[in-house]
């Protein structure tokens, strides 16, 4: 399987994530792997191909996350024609470009359409991604796997909500880490004019209920086509729990992890999602779940697959790769 994983930039990806998991999985398995960055794509001098200037990721013997990727970076780019691939897997994290580059934003999932309809195999699928990584995916699952909510540009709107819902966390739309995501606790809140204001500079407001127990973090949970992602009977997921008084409970906000037994109520909710998923071409996901609500779908590049490997030490990604393989070889 000649396989590439499209990323922001391959200058700065980072060897304790899950690409890079994937990629070594991939690679190690005996499959041709290659790097992608959103800028290293050319279209227009090879009979319309699209051509990447490519990094090859190449597992050799021994080799740790940091010695795999620092190798990857440091070999010359090549020329890839990606029309040739089998398969794309978009990593390239588009909320974060939205902010800091706005030209990369879209890019993976237009050059992922393109790839598409060429016959080359591309997760997750690039049509549906456009829709998934907006917060507003949630709301097309029933409703009462999601919390109430509300989707506005109006101040006065948002003021409304917090006054009928209560306690509510009000975050931008279109976000990731953490960033400008506030817990409001009522209609009284002292700040709760600032708390708008600034979550509606970075464009349409999500004002959502706050769910009980969300103060004890959110469970991460992994599912693979539609299903539970487990291996020798241990399922990918994890509770992520604040640190101190900040109730966002992302790793990347001071959160840590701690294991999770998945139960009844995970499994109605899975359930639940599962057909869509599968409608719309989400190969891989992570979902965050408190109590028997879906808060968010990570659909575009979740991560968290090392505090799988870490409190269950196991490597959950040959069953992904072994997946894809699958879903490549199926094509007619």
């Not at 997760?123 to 796997?145: C, G, H, W």
């Not at 599968?278 to 808060?295: L, N, P, Q, S, T």
Request: proline content about 4%.
């Amino acid at each position: 399987m000649r396989l590439a994983f499209f990323v922001r930039d391959v200058a700065t990806e980072i060897d304790e994530y899950a690409t890079t998991r994937l990629a070594r999985a991939a690679s190690r398995s005996g499959h041709e792997v290659w790097y992608v960055g959103v800028g290293d794509v050319e279209l227009g001098e090879s009979d319309g191909q699209l051509v990447a200037r490519a990094h090859a990721a190449v597992f050799e013997e021994g080799d740790t996350l940091e010695s795999f990727l620092k190798a990857t970076k440091e070999r010359d780019a090549e020329r890839l024609i990606m029309d040739h691939l089998d398969a794309l897997f978009l990593r390239n994290e588009s909320i974060d470009d939205l902010q800091q580059r706005p030209w990369a934003s879209p890019l993976g999932a237009v050059f992922g359409q393109m790839l598409k309809a060429r016959g080359v195999t591309v997760v997750n699928d690039p049509m549906s991604l456009i829709r998934a990584t907006s917060k507003l995916y949630l709301e097309e699952f029933p409703e009462q796997i999601r919390p109430r909510s509300l989707v506005t540009r109006d101040p006065a709107a948002i003021e409304r909500f917090v006054a009928a819902a209560g306690r509510c966390v009000v975050k931008p739309l279109y976000g990731a880490k953490g960033r400008n995501v506030f817990m409001v606790a009522d209609e009284t809140e002292q700040n709760l004019t600032q708390i708008i204001e600034a979550v509606l500079q970075d464009g349409y407001a999500l004002a959502q209920e706050f769910v009980p127990g969300g103060e004890d973090g959110d469970a991460r949970i992994f599912l693979l086509e539609g299903k539970l992602l487990e291996q020798d009977g241990k399922a990918a997921a994890f509770r992520r729990v604040p640190t101190g008084n900040d109730l966002r409970a992302n790793i990347s906000k001071g959160g840590h992890s701690v294991p999770l037994e998945i139960g009844d109520v995970e499994r109605g909710v899975i359930a639940a999602m599962s057909e869509k998923l599968v409608a719309d071409g989400m190969f891989f996901v992570g979902i965050d779940v408190i109590g028997g609500k879906v808060v968010e779908i990570n659909a575009e590049s979740p991560g968290g697959l090392q505090s799988v490997e870490r409190l269950y030490e196991m490597d959950i990604c040959d069953t992904v790769i072994k997946a894809l393989e699958r879903r490549v070889g199926s094509k007619p």
